[in-house]
């Protein structure tokens, strides 16, 4: 097991996540700062080398001239770079006790695997359908066999791999979905030889169906990945962030409680600059510290939202079943899946998708199929009527939970949803 993994079991004994924040800066200097300032952060933190956009396509030319030019980067260049730069930057910091993950975003993630591991680091993120279908026009066959090849790669090195499955698009893809893909790129990764795995989540509208969702990966997983135990990866959300420093902090905090109430080992936070710009090392670091006292003063309390069991877990399990009885290579199922609109992420416009799907967020956050194409699923869980999606109503959608912590104090005429939202109650100790 690597650094990471052991930072997990730790987070799962106290009760409390690991914070993490999305941290890259093209400068080594400054990347180094930002992983000194996270592990000295007052909360139990991993470090983050996040890479930059070229890099993550692949355009090394344009990363060098960008570099040249002494233009601003929204990342580390890993490769360009190399692994001599790259071990100097977590020399001393990166060391046992507090684990480097590097995140990408690349559906051809080769180079940066082999870089990061030559430099001396183990962790890293991704997946051959979470990093395919939304960040590009990769053939979904190429991404499958070059992640396959990485995967082995990071298992001939004792490496550790996140799967991004449960952040697709980052929102309006109900949580059967997100967890049917995480589970299966874990399955992925475990038939590629990787043992040190976690698996994600990323928050979305309702908190109640949130727990659900997190609950019915925990369980899946554990049925599928008998011999691995991943740990969970929840994501503060990642659709349209509160504008507001009050909004965008309260949405940081709600994540924290999610993540105590679910038992995610591990949180990936967001800042209060995060809908304008490229968040500081301040502003990572006094978020990883919010998320923390959020934690530690939830931890052991009641959770405040009633069990229940609205088919997510089911639907899941149909779609993940499905897949695998495709064909007995998961490469290939992946592939004949979305051939098949047997996976099918809505709104998705890469060209291996069918977009047949479609979802809604209801009046009280839930997250809904209208929809569903092929997918096997039908009537698993409740639908949402077809009316539900015109160009009006979709960008409400997107703007849905930065548009609800965006509002002032609630009143008695706010909607019951908001108005009885944990961060919205008068008694919440971390106002």
């Avoid at 999305?22 to 992983?35: E, I, S, V």
């Avoid at 006790?97 to 890293?124: C, E, K, N, W, Y």
């Avoid at 298992?155 to 893909?181: I, N, Y």
């Avoid at 998708?353 to 997250?367: T, W």
Wanted: glycine share 8%; net charge positive.
């Amino acid at each position: 097991m690597t650094a990471l993994d052991d930072l997990a079991r730790l987070a799962r004994h106290r009760g409390e996540p690991v914070v993490q924040p999305r941290m890259g800066f093209a400068r080594p200097a400054r990347m180094r700062a930002g992983l000194a300032r996270t592990r000295a952060a007052r909360a139990l933190t991993a470090g983050t080398i996040t890479v930059d956009s070229y890099t993550r396509v692949g355009d090394l030319a344009g990363v060098r001239e960008a570099l040249a030019a002494g233009a601003e980067l929204n990342g580390f260049p890993l490769v360009a770079h190399g692994p001599g730069v790259t071990r100097a930057v977590v020399a001393g910091i990166g060391e046992a006790g507090f684990p480097v993950q590097v995140r990408h975003g690349s559906a051809m993630p080769l180079p940066i695997v082999a870089t990061l591991l030559a430099a001396g680091l183990d962790a890293t993120e991704g997946g051959p359908v979470s990093y395919c279908l939304p960040y590009g026009r990769t053939p979904l066959r190429e991404s499958v066999a070059q992640w396959a090849r990485c995967c082995e790669l990071l298992a001939a090195h004792g490496g550790h791999l996140e799967s991004f499955g449960g952040c697709l698009l980052g929102q309006l893809c109900p949580p059967g979905l997100l967890v049917a893909v995480s589970v299966l790129e874990g399955i992925f990764f475990r038939r590629h030889g990787l043992r040190a795995i976690s698996l994600s989540y990323a928050q979305q509208a309702d908190t109640a169906q949130d727990i659900e969702a997190i609950a019915a990966l925990r369980a899946l997983a554990a049925e599928m990945l008998p011999d691995v135990d991943p740990h969970i990866v929840l994501y503060t959300h990642m659709g349209a962030y509160p504008r507001s420093r009050d909004g965008a902090r309260e949405l940081l905090r709600e994540s924290a409680r999610l993540a105590v109430w679910a038992g995610a080992e591990r949180l990936i936070v967001k800042t209060t600059a995060e809908a304008a710009r490229i968040p500081t090392v301040e502003e990572n670091v006094a978020a990883l510290e919010t998320a923390a006292v959020t934690a530690r003063r939830h931890r052991g309390r009641p959770v405040p939202v009633p069990p229940q069991d609205t088919g997510v877990l089911a639907e899941a399990r149909a779609l993940v079943e499905a897949v695998l009885d495709l064909d007995g290579d998961l490469g290939r199922a992946f592939v004949r899946a979305f051939e098949r609109g047997v996976l099918d992420v809505p709104y998705c416009l890469h060209p291996d998708n069918r977009n047949r799907a479609r979802a809604a967020v209801d009046a009280g956050g839930r997250l809904r199929w209208v929809s569903v194409g092929a997918m096997p699923i039908r009537g698993i869980t409740p639908t949402a009527p077809a009316s539900a999606v015109d160009a009006r109503s979709f960008l409400r959608m997107l703007s849905f939970v930065r548009d609800a912590y965006d509002r002032p104090p609630p009143t008695p005429d706010t909607p019951a949803h908001i108005r009885t939202h944990p961060s919205a109650r008068d008694n919440d100790p971390d106002k």
